[in-house]
Structures are given as C-alpha cells and as structure tokens.
T-cell receptor
Framework: DAGVIQSPRHEVTEMGQEVTLRCKPI?????LFWYRQTMMRGLELLIY????????DSGMPEDRFSAKMPNASFSTLKIQPSEPRDSAVYFC???????????FGPGTRLLVL | GENVEQHPSTLSVQEGDSAVIKCTYS??????FPWYKQELGKGPQLIID?????GEKKDQRIAVTLNKTAKHFSLHITETQPEDSAVYFC??????????FGKGTSLLVTP
C-alpha cells in the first residue's frame, strides 16, 4: 500500500488567497483525521471523519477553515481566506474502525505570505 | 478538554545510555496512550501504545509505563542508538480516536 497520500507537499500563497489541501487515506480505512503542526502549538487535531461523516470538528480554528470528505478515498481541507498565522504543516492520518494506530501522511507545508 | 504536558522538551544522551520522557494528562476518562516518533520531514509514526488496564508494556528497547492514579505515563528507551534521534510525542485519548498530543521531545543521541 502507498500509505496516506497528501498533496501538495509544499504550498506558498499570499494572504487572502484560498488554499486547498488534499488527502487520500489508506484504502479500507474508515477514519480520517486532519492535524496542524506548529512550533508554538504542537500537533493539534482539527477534525476527524468516520465513514465520510465529520465526527468532531471542535479543533477547527475558525470559519475560514472547512473540511470535506466526499467519498472514502478523498478529503480536502480548505482555508479561505488564508492568513500568515495559518502557516504550518498540515497532516492527514487514517485508521481502521477498532484500530488505534493512526497512519500519518508526509504532510503539506503551508506558507502564507 | 484533555491537556497533555510533556517533559523534557529537549534531551541529549550518549549512544548506549537510556532516555526517559514523561507525560501527564488531565482527563481521567483517557484510556489510550500512544507514543509517536517523528523524523525530520516526515509524519509521526506510532512506536508503542498502552491502554489504561495495563501498567507497563515493552517492545524490545522501548517500554512505556502508566500510572493512572497519578495520571502520568513515561517512555523509556534503552541502549539508545543514533537512529533513535527524532522528536517523540506522547498522546492521550478517551476514545482511541481523538488524540491530544504533548508538545514533543527532541531527542538527540550522540555517538
């Protein structure tokens, strides 16, 4: 298996622009997680899905952030409009129902100028 | 919500020595405690985990201990090697799914 796939790996954008991060979970996994990693705040859970349904989005920082999972093999995290403080590494992870190991993707490094 | 504190933030040991990283958590409902290792430029990877009905778990050179009464758990790495150098994160969860991570410990193993 290719593991969790994220794209793009790097994104540089200007403040105010829309940013879309993409994730393909491991085939057969029915939980998908979005995390944000910064030096100041560490690894934070933003939102997670079970069978494509959002279960807990209490970590989403504000209305500028939205996440969707239209099918079992694809999810997006969108920031609109982006701000410099959104600069971070965004990770996607997936796991199986009843499993506990979360498999992380390589991350998307976002820089908002 | 759950608050996980992790210490130390940086740790330097000589090859062959042991390394210990400690975490405390606040939510007594937490029952799942994984440890992740993150190498530079990569996503975190699970190295060991423990559930609250177990006090200690060992996997080769890595062991984790849990004191549920005191709400703290620790990672022990024995006979450290340079390839153990990485950032280590502890986490706690009441559900096994929503993980609350500590801030991380940067471990450096010098030859």
């Amino acid at each position: 298996d290719a593991g969790v796939i994220q794209s793009p790996r790097h994104e540089v954008t200007e403040m105010g622009q829309e940013v879309t991060l993409r994730c393909k979970p491991i085939s057969g996994h029915d939980y998908l997680f979005w995390y944000r990693q910064t030096m100041m705040r560490g690894l934070e859970l933003l939102i997670y899905f079970n069978n494509n349904v959002p279960i807990d989005d209490s970590g989403m920082p504000e209305d500028r952030f939205s996440a969707k999972m239209p099918n079992a093999s694809f999810s997006t995290l969108k920031i609109q409009p982006s701000e410099p403080r959104d600069s971070a590494v965004y990770f996607c992870a997936s796991t199986l129902q009843g499993g506990e190991t979360q498999y992380f993707g390589p991350g998307t490094r976002l820089l908002v100028l | 919500g759950e608050n996980v504190e992790q210490h130390p933030s940086t740790l330097s040991v000589q090859e062959g020595d042991s390394a210990v990283i400690k975490c405390t958590y606040s939510d007594s409902a937490s029952n799942y405690f994984p440890w992740y290792k993150q190498e530079l430029g990569k996503g975190p990877q699970l190295i060991i985990d423990i559930r609250s009905n177990v006090g200690e778990k060992k996997d080769q050179r890595i062991a984790v201990t849990l004191n549920k009464t005191a709400k703290h758990f620790s990672l022990h790495i024995t006979e450290t090697q340079p390839e153990d150098s990485a950032v280590y994160f502890c986490a706690a969860s009441p559900s096994g799914y929503a993980l609350n991570f500590g801030k991380g410990t940067s471990l450096l193993v010098t030859p």
